[in-house]
């Protein structure tokens, strides 16, 4: 059972139809002592990286987060609920973020190296390419994914870079560590290798319960 955890920032509507289309079931919640019979998790998120930490805190869900990771408990960031999983965000200053994952979300640039200018917010399909070998790939091909953001993770650990997109910068495009995933843009939006991450995302959460 896949739990999405709802906190007032996430685009629940298309990620809910897109594990309907996977036929794993699931459930929407804010509520930490519902989201504690989950399997795994989908951290999902659309809006500022301070107000969704402050959403987090206030209902406790970072607690919740921290708690189910801990124990072992698959979790998968989406977009903004990617950054979330880093150490902090340059956003209006500096936030703290649930530091699951190194690294910092720092402004996309106006430009790229050749000084051509770039659109910020970053919106549209992207090349992904692949470099560290994970599970939750092990399923999709090199393809294009739908992108909408405004910042990207920078000082992360190479160990941890699955799949990255260029925008004038490299792009963490996919990340993970250990049972900590993240994707930067929008599995549910990105036809075939979005729904392909997703689908193995249920499958690993599947064989975790088994082994359980």
């Known amino acids: 059972m896949i739990g999405v ?49 402050a959403n987090l805190r ?5 607690q919740l987060i ?6 072992g408990r698959l979790l998968l960031g989406i977009c903004l ?3 979330l999983l880093f150490d902090q965000s340059e956003e209006n200053g500096s ?7 190194k690294g910092k979300a720092v402004r996309l640039k106006a430009e790229d ?26 399923e999709t091909e090199e393809g294009y994914a739908y992108f909408v953001h405004s910042y990207y993770i920078e000082g992360m650990e190479k160990d941890a870079l699955l799949a990255s997109a260029d925008y004038g910068v490299r792009v963490p495009a996919v990340v993970g560590k250990g049972n900590v995933f993240g994707a930067q843009f ?21 064989e975790m319960k088994v082994k359980k």
Not at 95 to 101: A, E, K, Q, Y
């Open 66 to 71: 921290q708690d189910m990771v801990s124990e």
């Open 186 to 206: 929008h599995p549910e939006k990105s036809s075939t290798v979005g729904m392909s991450i997703l689908t193995q995302f249920t499958k690993m959460a599947a």
């Open 5 to 53: 955890i709802d906190y007032g920032m996430g685009n629940l509507y298309s990620v809910s139809k897109a594990l309907e289309r996977v036929g794993v079931p699931y459930f929407v919640s804010e509520k930490p002592k519902e989201l504690r019979e989950a399997d795994a998790f989908i951290l999902p998120g659309v809006g500022s990286f301070g107000d969704a930490m």
């Open 95 to 101: 936030t703290s973020g649930l530091g699951l994952l």
């Open 113 to 138: 190296k050749e000084g051509n200018k770039l659109k910020v917010p970053h919106m549209g399909w992207n090349r992904l390419s692949f470099h560290n070998e994970s599970p939750l790939l092990a």
């Open 81 to 83: 609920g990617m950054q």
């Open 58 to 62: 206030s209902a406790t869900l970072d």
